[in-house]
């Protein structure tokens, strides 16, 4: 036989022993590669990335000066993160010579689908793979996860990190106390890049230990409890000496003293600058939200499907709880593990009253156990229902898919500004207008700025040789505007808007009404503005015909 004949045999073979939900998993994942080679392009800049580039360039620089060029220390307060992502785009942009940003989207594009693996393999792992593949759905069709997937380039990537190592760690204690070097390594390996982008990070060693714990009550003397501890820290010492490099290496702040990674912590409980934010129509500054906000946002933003499954899950787990011996179950214990690591973060938000803005942006991190949560909690409806009748689980399972589909047809219309996605709590998109958070990263550049050229076009007689030159003030980015324009000599930035020709502006914040003007287009969704462009040559230059 062939060589040829003998991998198509063993593909074949493992293809029938395939379960049916993996091979919908895969071909979800194949679907969600495609889509972002497709889409990327249709995403703007966001305001961190600019300053997170320059972050990475310091840390590069620093590195590279044998560590006498100190300049990424003084950097804003940029120093109190890592700079992973960022090493790791400009490494790729030197080898590739594309794009920066579209290296930096299409980067954090398929990390978000590791998150969306991690998510699916923790269901997978606990409920089987129905659980899985549901929590794969929930995911990719969570507005505040998929539409932040392509330049939210400090929270994506932590998120997923994060739910990477919650994966290794359920699985690791399974075997305690000699869990598998495979998932010691691979834990070691996904923290050390979650610390290596935040110091929140460190949540997921007191996950560790308390994972530790949970298992204690099944020995019945202190010295085989105290040997049990002592031999998972012994073999989970080298897991934490690789995160600790990994950390360091790419978040050189970390290395200079040892409680730097804890000061970080403190420093972000307690961050006060002028920045605003709305909740229920109310703006608060970012160091005066209330207990409530961050709860608030999860509740409005998230789909209702992950927001029920997840309670289906956990409220299975808590009536579960009730007999003493259910502790003893691994399944039981993984997923009263998940729900505390979706939980807990929000707790210590709620009872810190920690400064919060953007909504839900600080906290993408918990949506994934949210989600795996979620594909646990149908999966135990669904079994319920078929146990009591064939037509019965049906219908369950076409309810369940019904209303998946229906997240997953709202971000399609709402595409690429999925991540203002708001549920029915508010009546959606229209509720929330003017009343919360939306388009914060002014997403809308890109469509704003080819309906400005659009209009120009259309009005434009001149040949491409005489044609004017206009200003364009806009509520955003400079690099997000000048990267949409930079083909179109005709338009010039201006920092006074006042004196700008057009205007361009997100409706976030009222922005779009600072600045009087004729509007020319109107970027909306579900019949709601998110975004306008506006004639203001009138009103600058009265004496001149509004023609180009």
């Avoid at 932590?158 to 359920?170: K, N, S, V």
């Avoid at 214990?333 to 942006?361: D, H, K, N, S, Y």
């Avoid at 409806?381 to 009591?388: G, R, S």
Wanted: one cysteine or more.
């Amino acid at each position: 036989m062939s060589l040829v004949a003998r991998i198509q045999q063993r593909l074949s073979s493992r293809l029938a022993r395939t379960e049916i939900h993996d091979l919908l998993a895969f071909a979800a994942f194949a679907v969600l590669a495609i889509l972002v080679l497709v889409t990327f392009n249709d995403y703007a800049i966001s305001n961190d990335e600019i300053v997170q580039h320059r972050y990475g360039e310091l840390i590069l620089a620093y590195y590279a000066s044998g560590f006498t060029d100190v300049r990424l220390f003084q950097f804003d307060n940029l120093y109190l993160y890592g700079g992973l992502f960022d090493i790791v785009s400009i490494a790729v942009e030197r080898v590739l010579a594309f794009d920066l940003y579209d290296i930096r989207h299409v980067l954090c594009a398929f990390t978000g689908i590791g998150g969306i693996a991690a998510t699916w393999a923790v269901g997978r792992l606990i409920a089987g793979p129905r659980a899985g593949l549901l929590a794969l759905v929930a995911l990719a069709a969570c507005g505040p996860w998929y539409g932040t997937m392509f330049n939210h380039t400090k929270d994506v990537p932590f998120a997923a990190a994060m739910m990477g190592a919650t994966y290794f760690l359920l699985r690791g204690a399974r075997d305690l106390p000699r869990p598998r070097q495979r998932d010691l390594l691979m834990f070691g390996l996904l923290l050390g890049c979650a610390l290596g982008l935040r110091a929140t990070g460190l949540l997921m060693i007191g996950y560790a230990g308390l994972l530790v714990l949970l298992r204690l009550p099944d020995l019945t003397t202190w010295a085989e409890r105290s040997r049990f501890v002592g031999t998972t820290m012994l073999h989970a010492m080298p897991a934490m000496v690789l995160a600790y490099a990994i950390m360091i290496a790419a978040w050189p702040w970390a290395a200079l003293e040892p409680l730097n990674p804890l000061r970080a912590v403190a420093a972000f409980a307690h961050f006060h600058y002028g920045i605003q934010t709305l909740a229920f129509g109310q703006i608060y500054e970012m160091g005066d939200v209330p207990r409530w906000y961050v709860p608030a946002y999860l509740a409005i933003k998230l789909p209702l499907t992950i927001l029920a499954g997840a309670l289906i899950a956990l409220f299975a787990a808590a009536w579960t709880a009730r007999d003493a011996s259910s502790w003893r179950n691994a399944r039981q214990r993984e997923i009263v593990m998940l729900g505390f690591v979706a939980v807990f973060p929000v707790l210590c938000q709620v009872i810190g009253q920690g400064p919060a803005f953007t909504g839900m942006r600080h906290f993408i991190f918990v949506v994934p156990p949210f989600a795996a949560l979620a594909g646990i909690g149908f999966e135990a409806m669904l079994a319920k229902c078929e146990a009591k009748g064939r037509l019965l689980g049906a219908s369950a399972l076409a309810g369940v898919v019904g209303a998946l589909a229906v997240n997953a047809v709202t971000l399609v219309q709402l595409h690429p500004y999925e991540y203002i996605f708001f549920n029915p709590l508010i009546s959606g998109l229209e509720g929330a207008s003017r009343r919360f958070d939306m388009d914060y990263w002014s997403a809308i550049m890109p469509e704003a700025v080819d309906s400005l050229e659009a209009f120009l076009n259309k009005k434009d007689r001149n040949s491409s040789l005489s044609r004017p030159r206009y200003t364009v003030g806009v509520c955003g980015e400079r690099v997000s505007f000048e990267n949409e324009a930079k083909d179109d000599p005709r338009l010039t930035w201006v920092d006074e808007w006042e004196d700008a020709d057009f205007f361009i502006s997100s409706t976030q914040m009222n922005c779009d009404r600072r600045m009087a003007g004729e509007t020319i287009a109107t970027i909306e969704r579900f019949g709601v503005p998110i975004g306008v462009v506006k004639d203001r040559r009138g009103i600058v230059r009265p004496g001149l015909s509004r023609n180009p």
